[in-house]
């Protein structure tokens, strides 16, 4: 195999790599986001951030990384939180 060969194979590698990550990355935000439209239910409800994460933990997900994609949706303003500790949709 010559090394432009090696190069492209390598190229073509890593963007698959990095497709699967965002992949994964969306699919863990949906699946927070379930878990909140879940337990505020149709009032919208605010309710703590630790039962959100307990369920995310329930389906898998690792604790920081269920924290972190939390975070980020807050960062995002897809959820709000209206006092430390606790969210709802925004």
């Known amino acids: 195999m010559d090394p432009t060969s090696f190069e492209e194979i390598m190229r073509q590698q890593n963007m698959m790599l990095r497709s699967v990550a965002q992949e994964s990355e969306t699919d863990n935000k949906i699946k927070i986001l379930d878990i909140v439209n879940n337990l505020v239910g149709a009032?919208?409800?605010?309710?703590?951030?630790e039962a959100v994460l307990i369920e995310a933990q329930g389906e898998g997900m690792l604790a920081d990384e269920s924290e972190r994609i939390l975070d980020g949706l807050i960062d995002d303003r897809v959820l709000e939180e209206p006092e430390p500790g606790f969210v709802k949709r925004a």
């Open 43 to 49: 009032k919208n409800k605010k309710i703590q951030k």
